[in-house]
Each structure stands twice: as structure tokens, then as C-alpha cells.
């Protein structure tokens, strides 16, 4: 038996879900000023320290005669591993360890796992077994029945993993997809390819002379365009509505610094707007350049922090953010959880004064999809009455989990907290129960990003069954003494809804109607940016629009399918359809099934005139964003947002704003 002190650099998490997309929302992600770190304790997993054996051999059989003699001669395989560690020196000593906490029983189960994998490789009908597959599968279904958040990573996974916590890599800042047989272009980072003169939309034919196939994995696109910063990346690229449509740019490799700031600006004269998409190791000095480049325009009354789709990310990188609101010493955030020890708890507090005047009126806009380090800012200015949250109610994220490195490049992330806000309030949404199915095994998609940050390449499936938590009915307290809401997430103080997005809308999103409808849009009308933007605010764009996604869900006799609103519902019709005309004799039954298609597909269609307002946003959004730059396009859809437009008229308000954060007043 080998023990293993490894060297350890881990960090806290509190990393919500993956955030869905949408059309109409900006393009997210970070820059650089003078905020400290916080102070709070870094957490580690405990690791054992023994002395150096002089006789490993010995050493080792002692320890395994421990085990049962059966299970050893079948299954025991001895890895060595000389990590920098410690290895156990007499079998006196391997005793006690095994006897530690149940250690015995963990290895005895160990040691079975490694037993089934040797039975499967040499024994299985079938040659080429995996092995490496199988294991991360089962590690990653136990861990998954514990939680959706712990997770084995393997070292292409850890490496993506390291770039979203840091925010850092060498390579040309493009976000890729699959379409077909080619590679597309989703996003270009300003600064980056971007200002090299890549667009979304574009298509990568060759990488440095390497032709692009339809077999080429996009995992080995994305490593042909990292690369050392400094150097070049030649790329052949298709471009619709181009004057070149196949043209070639030399792209500069850079060290990429993902913004968690996408837009920073001025929304009407003394009122700052900032977009916040996550937490990483600089997110807290981008911030702080945002709010000392509002300041330095004009003077700040009011600043409007958007956390809504932020998933989260770094638990030092919240408590940073929280402390440019709340005055120093504040109580931002505390966490709890057996690694501490029994009945532990450790506090985080602002180490210096706030960055934002506390005469600066402050809201945070937040929805379903904040979760995590955003609800800990969120819980915080909340709690200490520092500023007003306005929108939905958030996700309901609660846990924090620690990343261990691992022999061979992995990582194992862990859940081993639950975090409070300063009132006292745990705002996880779901417990999670063990002793539950294991989970499938993970499933690969065809979209990935050359960051490793918009999408891992594999979706996550959990085998932990999610229940909601027991109904919180204790009374929590800011501050000012107002009541707030626990039990599940941050309540708003100020209720405020998006634009609604209709059956129709969704099912052209995710069928990518749009994005195609912009290939061809651009096919038809080639020129310069500035004509083409002209072109598209026509009267007739919209009309075009509804023919392309008409013409696209036709079928071979021109007639109209109920497949743009629910393919679901249609695939149903059309199994009950067969199964009428299957019959003998045609029946009154199929030919009212006919009359109800008809209706159907008159409702949908009907849709085109009753959601035309957003979707024409979609489409146009759409177009643009091959013209313009992320925060260009970001900028021009505040003015229509709701939620933008309620906060705005808050701050706007002071006797609303300021009576919103007062005590309530006590009956006398």
C-alpha cells in the first residue's frame, strides 16, 4: 500500500449550472486595477503525511494480509506512485492508517473496483476495452449520485476547467461549433480575433495549411489554434455576403484574458451600467476598472450591476466583488461544512473600504439562471441593505466544491461546504439524496469553444436525485431589520420579468433559424457593414424572414407541418396518423385528425404576427452580430430589455428607492 502526500494548489468553487442561451441576451466574458485579494481561509482537503519505509515490499504484503485472501489474489494490483509524497514504512503503521475513519473499507472497495476493470479488459466478448472510459464512467456515476456538481476531470477537462477559474490561455479567443461537415465560428473575442477580422458565422476551412475535414475532431481544431502567445495562426476562412467569400487572415496567438466584464457604459447621464458574467481569478479587478472608468466620466449616482445568466465561479472572486459595495468589515459570506470540523464555520469580511460610494444608489439585476458566487454578492448587498435586487428569483445554489489536482493531470472537484449569506440564510435550492440509480454515461456534443470556457464538449448527467429542500419558515433579518426570503435562491426585492419568449420564438432558437436565415440574408445582400446595416433595418427584413423559416419547414407537397412550434407534439400526430391509416377503411377519426393538423399549423403560423416585435429583435441581433462587435450589439438591446428599463426607473426614484430599503415600521 502506497500513500501519497501530493503537493496542492486547490481552489473553492461555486460554479452554478451551465447557462442556456438565447438570442436576444449579450455575449459574455475580463481587464485589471488595484483590489486585494480577500483574506479568507483557502480550503484543502486533508492529506496524510507518513514516514519513509525502508523496505517497501514488506511493507506492502503486511498491509494487504489485512484484506481477504481471496479478493487480493484475484484483484490486487500495486501502483507505486513517488509523487513528492510520503510512503507508509511497517505494517504497524499501515495498520493503524487502515484503521483510521474506515480507510480500510475505502481501499477494500478500491481494490474490488480495480479487480471488475482487470476482469473487464482481459476477459470481455469483445476486444479494445476502454479502460481509461470505463473508468472515468464509474468514478464519475458514484460521484454523480452524490451530487450534479462533484465530478472526476480528466486532463483535457481539468486543463478547460483551469481556464475557466483563471480566465487565462495561449491561443486566438474564438468560441467554435460543428454545423454539419464544417466548423463554424460562434463568438470572436474583442481584442483578440475580433480586431484580426474574424465574425461569427465564419466558416474554417484550413488551419496553417491543414485542410479542415468533416472528421477532424473539434477537439484537435481547438488545439491547432492554441498555441504560445507571440506566435501566428494562418486561417482560410468562408465568409457569405463577402466580397471575398473565401479569404485568408493571419491571426495573432495572444495570452487570452476571458472578460467577465462584457459591457461597461453609461445608460443615461449619472446612472453606470456594468454586465457581469462570472467569477475568476481577475474578475474583481476588471470590475474595479469598470467602476473607476464610470467614476472618472462623470459623478456616479446610481450603478446597475447585471448578474443575470451568471453562473458563478470563484468563492474569493465574490467576496472580491462584494467588497467594492459593502463597508469594510462586513460580513459577506460564511461557509460550513466537515472539513472544517464538527460545528465549524468559517466568515468571510471585507478586508477595505468599498469602491462604490455608499451614497451611490446600487442594483443588482438577477434571474432563474444567477446562481452561486453571483447569489453570494446578491445575498450580501441584500443582507447589509447596501443596495436593492430587482428581477427573479435566482437559481438556488448553495454548495461550494474544492478542486484536488490528481496523479496523471486530472482533478477531482468536490463538494464539501454549503455556504450562508450574512443573514443566516442557506439559499440551496435542492438536496440531494444518495442511493440512487447511477447515472448514464456522459454523453459527447458537437459544440465545443478553442477558450475551453463556453462549452466542456460533454454534458453532464447526474445520477443524484434532486428534491426540493425542507420549506425554510424561520424569519431572516437585514440590516435595516426587513424581512427576507430563505429556503431556495435570492428573492427580488423588486419582482420584474423579461420579455416573454413564445412557443414560436423558442423552437426557431433552437433550431438555429436564425443563425442560418442571417448565412443567407447576407448571401443576398454583400457590401460594407454600414449598407448592409442599412439594408437590414428595411420594412420588408421581417417579411423575408417568415418566407426563409416557411420554406424551411415544408414538406415535399408544399404543405405547411406543425414542426417549428412543438416536433414533439408533431412526431405524436403523426403516430396516431399511421396507426388510423393502417386500418382497413379510412375513418370519420383520420380525417378530423386532419382538420386538428390544420388548426395547429394555422396557430403557429399565426404566431409570426403575435410575436413579431421579439422576434424581429432576434433576427436583426442575428444579422448584426457578423457587422458588429459583441458589446456594440450588447448596448443596442438594453434599451428595449424590461428589467434594464425597471432598474433604471428605480434609481430614478429616490423616495421608491430608499423607501424599499428602510425598516418596516412597528406597530404601535
Given at each position: 500500500?502506497?500513500?501519497?502526500?501530493?503537493?496542492?494548489?486547490n481552489?473553492?468553487l461555486?460554479?452554478?449550472?451551465?447557462?442556456?442561451?438565447?438570442?436576444?441576451?449579450?455575449?459574455?466574458?475580463r481587464g485589471?486595477?488595484a483590489?486585494?485579494?480577500?483574506?479568507?481561509?483557502?480550503?484543502?482537503?486533508p492529506?496524510?503525511?507518513?514516514?519513509?519505509?525502508?523496505?517497501?515490499?514488506e511493507?506492502v504484503?503486511?498491509a494487504a494480509?489485512?484484506?481477504?485472501?481471496?479478493?487480493?489474489?484475484t484483484?490486487?494490483?500495486?501502483?507505486?506512485?513517488?509523487?513528492?509524497g510520503?510512503?507508509?514504512?511497517t505494517?504497524?503503521?499501515?495498520?493503524?492508517?487502515?484503521a483510521e475513519?474506515?480507510r480500510?473499507?475505502?481501499?477494500e472497495?478500491?481494490i474490488l473496483?480495480?479487480?471488475?476493470?482487470?476482469?473487464?479488459?482481459?476477459?470481455?466478448?469483445e476486444?479494445?476495452?476502454?479502460?481509461?472510459?470505463?473508468?472515468?464512467?464509474?468514478?464519475?456515476?458514484?460521484?454523480?449520485?452524490?451530487?450534479?456538481?462533484?465530478?472526476?476531470?480528466?486532463?483535457?477537462?481539468?486543463e478547460?476547467?483551469?481556464?475557466r477559474?483563471?480566465?487565462?490561455?495561449?491561443?486566438?479567443?474564438?468560441?467554435?461549433?460543428?454545423?454539419?461537415?464544417?466548423v463554424?465560428?460562434?463568438?470572436?473575442?474583442?481584442?483578440y480575433a475580433?480586431?484580426?477580422?474574424?465574425r461569427?458565422?465564419?466558416?474554417?476551412?484550413?488551419?496553417?495549411g491543414?485542410?479542415?475535414?468533416?472528421?477532424t475532431p473539434?477537439?484537435?481544431?481547438?488545439?491547432?489554434?492554441?498555441?504560445?502567445?507571440?506566435?501566428?495562426?494562418?486561417?482560410?476562412?468562408?465568409?457569405?455576403?463577402?466580397?471575398?467569400?473565401?479569404?485568408?487572415?493571419?491571426?495573432?496567438?495572444?495570452?487570452?484574458?476571458l472578460?467577465?466584464?462584457?459591457?461597461?457604459?453609461v445608460?443615461?447621464?449619472?446612472?453606470?451600467?456594468?454586465k457581469?458574467?462570472?467569477?475568476?481569478?481577475?474578475?474583481a479587478?476588471?470590475?474595479?476598472?469598470?467602476?473607476?472608468s464610470?467614476?472618472?466620466?462623470?459623478?456616479?449616482?446610481?450603478l446597475?450591476?447585471?448578474?443575470?445568466?451568471?453562473?458563478g465561479?470563484?468563492?474569493?472572486?465574490?467576496?472580491?466583488?462584494?467588497q467594492?459595495?459593502?463597508?469594510?468589515?462586513?460580513?459577506?459570506?460564511?461557509?460550513?461544512?466537515?472539513?472544517?470540523?464538527?460545528?465549524a464555520?468559517l466568515?468571510?469580511?471585507?478586508?477595505?473600504?468599498?469602491?462604490?460610494?455608499?451614497?451611490?444608489?446600487?442594483?443588482?439585476?438577477?434571474n432563474?439562471?444567477?446562481?452561486?458566487?453571483?447569489?453570494?454578492?446578491s445575498?450580501?448587498?441584500?443582507?447589509?441593505d447596501?443596495?436593492v435586487?430587482?428581477?427573479q428569483?435566482?437559481?438556488?445554489k448553495?454548495?461550494?466544491?474544492?478542486?484536488?489536482?490528481?496523479?496523471?493531470?486530472?482533478?477531482?472537484?468536490?463538494t464539501?461546504?454549503?455556504y450562508?449569506?450574512?443573514?443566516?440564510?442557506?439559499?440551496?435550492?435542492?438536496?440531494?439524496?444518495?442511493n440512487?440509480?447511477?447515472?448514464?454515461?456522459?454523453?459527447e456534443?458537437?459544440e465545443?469553444?478553442?477558450?475551453?470556457?463556453?462549452?466542456?464538449?460533454?454534458?453532464?448527467?447526474?445520477?443524484s436525485i434532486?428534491k426540493?429542500?425542507?420549506?425554510?419558515?424561520k424569519v431572516?433579518?437585514?440590516?435595516h431589520?426587513?424581512?427576507?426570503?430563505?429556503?431556495?435562491?435570492?428573492?427580488p426585492?423588486?419582482?420584474?420579468?423579461?420579455?416573454?419568449?413564445?412557443?414560436?420564438?423558442?423552437?426557431?432558437l433552437?433550431?438555429?433559424?436564425?443563425f442560418?436565415?442571417?448565412?443567407?440574408?447576407?448571401?443576398?445582400h454583400k457590401?460594407?457593414?454600414?449598407?448592409?446595416?442599412?439594408a437590414?433595418?428595411?420594412?420588408?427584413?421581417y417579411r423575408d424572414?417568415?418566407?426563409?423559416?416557411?420554406?424551411?419547414f415544408?414538406n415535399?407537397k408544399?404543405?405547411?407541418?406543425l414542426?417549428?412550434?412543438?416536433p414533439?407534439?408533431?412526431?405524436?400526430?403523426?403516430?396516431?396518423?399511421?396507426?388510423l391509416?393502417?386500418?382497413?377503411?379510412?375513418?370519420r377519426?383520420?380525417?378530423?385528425l386532419?382538420?386538428?393538423?390544420?388548426?395547429?399549423?394555422?396557430?403557429?403560423?399565426?404566431?409570426?404576427?403575435?410575436?413579431?416585435?421579439?422576434?424581429?429583435?432576434?433576427?436583426?441581433?442575428a444579422?448584426?452580430?457578423?457587422?458588429?462587435s459583441?458589446?456594440?450589439?450588447?448596448?443596442?438591446?438594453?434599451?428595449?430589455?424590461?428589467?434594464v428599463?425597471?432598474?433604471?426607473?428605480l434609481?430614478?426614484?429616490?423616495?421608491?428607492y430608499?423607501q424599499?430599503?428602510?425598516?418596516?415600521a412597528r406597530?404601535?
Amino acid at each position: 500500500l502506497v500513500v501519497v502526500n501530493l503537493p496542492s494548489a486547490n481552489s473553492a468553487l461555486c460554479m452554478g449550472p451551465p447557462t442556456p442561451r438565447r438570442s436576444r441576451s449579450g455575449i459574455p466574458r475580463r481587464g485589471k486595477s488595484a483590489v486585494p485579494k480577500p483574506s479568507g481561509p483557502r480550503f484543502r482537503l486533508p492529506k496524510v503525511t507518513l514516514p519513509q519505509p525502508e523496505e517497501l515490499l514488506e511493507s506492502v504484503k503486511d498491509a494487504a494480509a489485512t484484506f481477504r485472501p481471496l479478493q487480493v489474489l484475484t484483484g490486487f494490483v500495486l501502483a507505486l506512485m513517488l509523487v513528492g509524497g510520503s510512503i507508509v514504512a511497517t505494517g504497524r503503521i499501515v495498520g493503524d492508517f487502515l484503521a483510521e475513519d474506515g480507510r480500510g473499507e475505502v481501499i477494500e472497495r478500491a481494490i474490488l473496483f480495480g479487480a471488475i476493470l482487470g476482469d473487464v479488459q482481459s476477459a470481455y466478448v469483445e476486444k479494445g476495452v476502454d479502460v481509461d472510459r470505463l473508468f472515468q464512467t464509474g468514478v464519475n456515476a458514484m460521484l454523480n449520485s452524490l451530487d450534479p456538481y462533484s465530478t472526476y476531470e480528466n486532463a483535457r477537462q481539468a486543463e478547460d476547467l483551469n481556464v475557466r477559474t483563471t480566465g487565462r490561455y495561449g491561443g486566438v479567443g474564438l468560441t467554435i461549433a460543428r454545423s454539419g461537415d464544417e466548423v463554424v465560428v460562434l463568438g470572436a473575442l474583442e481584442g483578440y480575433a475580433f480586431d484580426a477580422g474574424v465574425r461569427p458565422g465564419d466558416r474554417i476551412n484550413e488551419i496553417d495549411g491543414v485542410l479542415i475535414k468533416s472528421s477532424t475532431p473539434l477537439d484537435e481544431v481547438k488545439e491547432m489554434l492554441r498555441g504560445e502567445p507571440g506566435t501566428g495562426v494562418e486561417l482560410v476562412l468562408s465568409r457569405g455576403g463577402s466580397p471575398k467569400p473565401v479569404f485568408s487572415l493571419l491571426v495573432p496567438r495572444k495570452l487570452v484574458r476571458l472578460p467577465d466584464v462584457s459591457l461597461c457604459t453609461v445608460m443615461r447621464p449619472g446612472v453606470g451600467y456594468i454586465k457581469l458574467d462570472g467569477f475568476s481569478e481577475g474578475t474583481a479587478e476588471e470590475l474595479a476598472q469598470g467602476i473607476e472608468s464610470l467614476q472618472s466620466s462623470a459623478e456616479l449616482s446610481s450603478l446597475v450591476i447585471d448578474l443575470r445568466d451568471n453562473p458563478g465561479g470563484l468563492l474569493d472572486a465574490a467576496v472580491s466583488v462584494a467588497q467594492q459595495f459593502v463597508p469594510q468589515g462586513t460580513e459577506i459570506v460564511s461557509t460550513s461544512g466537515r472539513l472544517y470540523g464538527e460545528d465549524a464555520t468559517l466568515t468571510y469580511r471585507s478586508s477595505r473600504p468599498p469602491l462604490v460610494s455608499p451614497s451611490t444608489k446600487l442594483v443588482l439585476l438577477v434571474n432563474g439562471n444567477t446562481a452561486s458566487a453571483a447569489e453570494i454578492v446578491s445575498g450580501a448587498v441584500q443582507d447589509t441593505d447596501r443596495g436593492v435586487v430587482v428581477g427573479q428569483r435566482t437559481f438556488g445554489k448553495g454548495l461550494v466544491q474544492v478542486v484536488e489536482p490528481l496523479p496523471g493531470g486530472g482533478s477531482l472537484k468536490l463538494t464539501v461546504a454549503k455556504y450562508f449569506t450574512p443573514s443566516g440564510r442557506c439559499i440551496q435550492a435542492l438536496s440531494y439524496s444518495s442511493n440512487v440509480r447511477p447515472a448514464p454515461a456522459e454523453s459527447e456534443t458537437d459544440e465545443d469553444t478553442e477558450d475551453g470556457f463556453e462549452s466542456s464538449g460533454r454534458t453532464l448527467s447526474s445520477g443524484s436525485i434532486a428534491k426540493p429542500v425542507a420549506k425554510d419558515t424561520k424569519v431572516y433579518s437585514t440590516i435595516h431589520g426587513r424581512p427576507v426570503q430563505g429556503g431556495g435562491g435570492i428573492a427580488p426585492d423588486v419582482v420584474s420579468v423579461p420579455m416573454p419568449i413564445g412557443a414560436l420564438e423558442r423552437s426557431l432558437l433552437q433550431r438555429g433559424a436564425f443563425f442560418k436565415y442571417a448565412d443567407e440574408w447576407l448571401q443576398r445582400h454583400k457590401g460594407v457593414p454600414t449598407a448592409q446595416e442599412r439594408a437590414l433595418a428595411q420594412e420588408d427584413t421581417y417579411r423575408d424572414f417568415v418566407q426563409f423559416a416557411r420554406s424551411q419547414f415544408l414538406n415535399k407537397k408544399g404543405e405547411d407541418q406543425l414542426t417549428l412550434q412543438d416536433p414533439t407534439l408533431n412526431r405524436q400526430l403523426k403516430l396516431l396518423e399511421k396507426a388510423l391509416n393502417s386500418k382497413e377503411e379510412k375513418t370519420r377519426s383520420s380525417k378530423q385528425l386532419q382538420v386538428l393538423r390544420k388548426l395547429l399549423v394555422d396557430e403557429e403560423l399565426a404566431q409570426f404576427q403575435t410575436q413579431k416585435e421579439a422576434i424581429l429583435l432576434d433576427v436583426r441581433e442575428a444579422v448584426l452580430g457578423r457587422l458588429t462587435s459583441p458589446s456594440i450589439r450588447l448596448r443596442s438591446t438594453l434599451s428595449t430589455d424590461p428589467q434594464v428599463i425597471a432598474a433604471l426607473n428605480l434609481v430614478a426614484d429616490d423616495s421608491r428607492y430608499y423607501q424599499i430599503l428602510q425598516s418596516p415600521a412597528r406597530p404601535s
